[in-house]
């Protein structure tokens, strides 16, 4: 059903590299637009509290930065990263306010920070919703941030979005409505098995790098220490911005790959392996399913979205090296288990599809608009 619908999206950054945040955000954005959506998404580099309710010695530079960029017309970020459709409107703005942002039917915040904001914003900007991506952001955070967390979760006015199980798990615990479960998506255009599952040119272990602490990355390395001790041979890659200094040699490291080359590595693999202490859902996992690799995880709360342990996942305690190492020396030896774990998994990805999640998104909010008559 095409829709004639406006929609901004506010986000804290327009992401300097590949992110799954955005780029879930960003897919959301094209889509829409193919439904017939007036898209919008804004860009405010700074949305503190402190930054944005009271003047002090940032705001010349905020201010300053905005209108060069305004200016010399550089306004319209654009990341490299990203393809948009044509009809995509990209905006930067200095502060959350109203003179800064058109009125839309939908305002989409992104983050806890653009929320605590955008929440001032008035009627006229949209009815406000919260896509919340905020699980690693809630793990990392002290008593009082949780605080914070409860209160924006709970605010009246503002619509919740959970796009994982762990979400979902957050605002049950802050007695908080769900108003909206949309679940993270795979674009199988992108994302499919080339190389039967079965193959023998499935000959790697791959993995994710990522410079956060809670992503693992030294149990990773120590996981795959315990491997190529007996299966020398074994070809191991990883992937991510930059690679860290610790990683041996062995380890093949691709510095933010094409859609299209993760593709192939994803089919070249036997094994995808994911050491994160939490995750609020984990793409590369999902993407790696969708092009036939058997998963190996920890119990980081995002897999459960995604996965079923024994049946599409084998599952570690965070931080255990020898219980994942133990799981991938299983997969390397009974290669029909392998098999089986990965074609359930490739299998039961399917369910999340570009397509499902937008229909439920744009049938939300046509719902919404209904009910709120606006």
Request: charged content about 25%; some cysteine; overall charge positive.
């Amino acid at each position: 059903m095409k829709s004639n619908n406006k929609i901004s999206f506010l986000l804290p950054s327009p992401g300097r590299y590949p992110v799954g945040g955005f780029k879930i955000v960003y897919q959301y954005s094209n889509y829409l637009d193919e439904l017939g959506y007036d898209v919008t998404i804004y860009f405010c580099p700074i949305f503190e509290p402190e930054y944005q309710l009271r003047v002090n010695v940032n705001l010349f530079k905020v201010l300053l930065h905005y209108f060069v960029k305004k200016y010399t017309k550089t306004y319209e970020y654009k990341p490299n990263w990203f393809k948009f459709n044509k009809n995509i409107k990209l905006r930067y703005i200095p502060f959350i306010r109203d003179r800064f942002i058109s009125n839309s039917d939908y305002i989409i915040f992104s983050c806890y920070g653009v929320a605590n904001i955008g929440k001032y914003l008035s009627n006229e900007k949209g009815k406000k919703l919260f896509m919340i991506q905020e699980y690693e952001g809630w793990m990392k955070a002290d008593k009082d941030m949780k605080l914070n967390y409860k209160r924006i979760f709970n605010e009246k006015n503002i619509e919740n979005i959970a796009i994982s199980v762990p979400v979902k798990r957050i605002l049950t615990e802050c007695n908080a409505k769900i108003s909206l479960y949309l679940p993270n998506f795979i674009d199988f255009k992108q994302f499919d098995i080339d190389i039967k599952i079965n193959s023998k040119k499935r000959t790697s272990i791959g993995f994710p790098t990522r410079n956060e602490s809670h992503k693992g990355m030294r149990e990773a390395v120590e996981v795959l220490k315990i491997i190529k001790k007996t299966y020398k041979d074994i070809d191991i890659w990883s992937f991510g911005l930059n690679k860290p200094e610790y990683f041996p040699e062995w380890i093949k490291f691709y510095n933010t790959p094409s859609n299209g080359k993760l593709r192939v590595l994803y089919n070249t693999s036997k094994i995808f392996m994911l050491t994160s202490y939490y995750e609020g859902w984990g793409l590369p996992g999902t993407e790696a399913m969708a092009c036939g690799c058997a998963l190996v995880s920890t119990r980081n709360g995002g897999v459960d979205s995604y996965a079923v342990e024994g049946e599409s996942v084998l599952l570690s305690d965070i931080k255990d090296v020898d219980s994942m190492a133990n799981n991938i020396t299983k997969l390397l030896n009974d290669n029909k288990l392998r098999i089986r774990i990965a074609k359930n998994g490739s299998r039961y990805v399917k369910q999340f599809s570009a397509d499902n999640s937008t229909e439920i998104l744009s049938n939300y909010l046509q719902n919404l608009k209904d009910k709120f008559a606006f």
